[in-house]
């Protein structure tokens, strides 16, 4: 579902980037893609703007994390496991920093 956090199927990069956000539309639940977006830690990267990387709470995480849009990319449903959070509260600035980097504005 939109909004819904998980560990980064790419293990590799979870040291910087530990886990994703589903940002597709719910209307979209019978394709078996999800797009994602990258949450980072702090320093996982510099030159982070709080308009295009947002900082979000994720429960159970003790630091805020930052949305890297730039890292956008597509995970099989089945690739996403064990859902953590659901930033759905958090709406209003991850989908600003989406609109930002696809509008400019």
Do not use: W
Request: hydrophobic share 40%.
């Amino acid at each position: 579902m939109r909004y819904d956090v998980y560990p980064n199927p790419v293990t590799s990069l979870r040291a910087a980037f530990p886990y994703v956000i589903e940002i597709q539309s719910d209307r979209h639940y019978m394709f078996a893609e999800r797009v994602c977006v990258p949450l980072a830690k702090p320093d996982a990267f510099p030159g982070m703007t709080e308009r295009l990387n947002p900082a979000v709470e994720v429960v159970g995480f003790k630091e805020n994390l930052h949305m890297h849009p730039f890292g956008i990319t597509v995970f099989l449903q089945r690739e996403l496991r064990d859902k953590l959070d659901n930033l759905q509260r958090q709406a209003l600035r991850i989908d600003s920093a989406l609109e930002f980097l696809l509008r400019g504005y």
